[in-house]
């Protein structure tokens, strides 16, 4: 039975940043940077995951021959209807994020699509036939300047870290982001559904050697394919209120803002979208006091920036593929999946049959 009123200690924060940096670094290297033995630091990170505090994900970032596109969808509900729109949603394997808000709209999704046009099909046929869905609103990702994956809930020497056998995931700017190749595709799932999985057990998973599976991860990571997460309870994070920021600056303006916005020590998430407003700002915050003076701190950094609305988390749903209880505890992971629509694929076939017929029929 879980304690619903458990909390982290300092070696808990720590410990969670530690990982946050090194995500597969083996125990003994945790260990060292943080003062404490393996088992000591491998024992508190499977409390903290039973207790549902915090906990890891994988997910690729890109697939050979596969394109991606990710959307934000602001969905209104009918208000008796939220929490089983949201059980409906939250079971989507493409939907990354999903967060029942205040203000205007119900509900934020974060929704992975294979192109436009999917997107439209999940936006016109499979969201707005669910019961008591009233509203929708789609605006496309252009720039991601910061994501969750980047933030750090505490401080550690990191470069203590570096020494723990992982691979160098930085890379040139001008260089892209490489594919996951087809054969390495049973590896990538075989790590998302268990990223801390050892290598052993990665080839017992794949069928591959230890050897090939260290070589292959070695190079997917190096080629930033693979994007890993650290999550922690927001409850327990010491940073309980997350804020949504629908902001609006001019073209000129936008890179040079969004690339400052994204080193706040608050941004969760600083992305370019299309639409009114031109930028969205995801932000954890100490208390929803802090929401209107962390505003204010903008308005003065940034004159140039116009805050023209705002969201309070109320329930995080689901975050990063993983679904929460309402204090942000964790449940389950939904393996992340692009959207199989054959249904709402052959009814978009069926219009576009009858749009080039010359008959009205």
């Known amino acids: ?18 990982l946050q940096v090194a995500p597969r670094a083996d125990w003994q290297a945790i260990g060292d940077a943080l003062g404490i033995d393996a088992t000591t630091a491998a024992r508190r990170w499977s409390r903290l995951e039973q207790a549902g505090n915090a906990w890891m994900a994988c997910r690729a970032t890109r697939l050979e021959n596969r394109s991606v596109q990710a959307a934000f969808i602001e969905v209104d509900c009918a208000p008796d209807r939220v929490h089983e729109i949201a059980r409906i949603i939250g079971h989507d394997s493409h939907v990354l994020n999903l967060e029942h808000v205040s203000a205007r709209r119900s509900m934020l999704v974060t929704a992975i699509v294979a192109d436009l046009a999917q997107l ?27 994501s969750p994956g980047q933030w750090r809930l505490d401080r550690v020497d990191e470069t203590k870290l570096k020494r723990a056998n992982q691979p160098d995931r930085t890379r040139p700017d001008h260089l892209p982001t490489r594919a996951i190749q087809q054969r390495d595709m049973e590896l990538a799932r075989a790590i998302s559904d268990d990223p801390r999985a050892s290598l052993s057990r ?15 991860l070695a190079a997917i990571e190096a080629d930033g394919a693979l994007t890993y997460r650290i999550e922690v309870a927001r409850v327990v994070s010491g940073w309980p209120i997350g804020a949504h920021l629908w902001c609006a600056t001019g073209p000129a303006d936008t890179t040079r803002i969004a690339r400052e916005l994204a080193q706040l020590r ?36 940034f004159p140039a920036l116009t805050i023209a609305d705002r969201a309070v988390t109320m329930w995080p749903v689901k975050l990063g593929g993983h679904l929460l209880d309402p204090h942000g505890r964790h449940l389950r992971g939904v393996p992340l999946r692009l959207w199989e629509d054959t249904e709402y694929n052959a009814y978009e076939r069926n219009t576009v049959t009858r749009l080039a017929s010359r008959s009205l029929d």
């Open 1 to 18: 039975m879980r304690d619903p009123h458990s909390q982290l200690d300092e070696l808990d924060y720590l410990l969670i940043t530690a």
């Open 120 to 146: 439209a099909r999940y936006r016109d046929l499979r969201l707005a036939r669910i019961p008591g869905v009233v509203g929708l609103n789609a605006d496309i990702l252009v720039v991601v300047h910061s």
């Open 202 to 216: 990665l080839a017992a998973r794949t069928g591959l050697s230890t050897p090939t599976v260290r070589r292959r």
């Open 266 to 301: 608050e941004t969760r998430l600083c992305a370019e979208l299309t639409g009114t407003h031109n930028l969205l700002l995801q932000v954890w915050l100490r208390s929803v006091a802090d929401l209107a003076e962390f505003e204010k701190r903008l308005a003065d950094r």
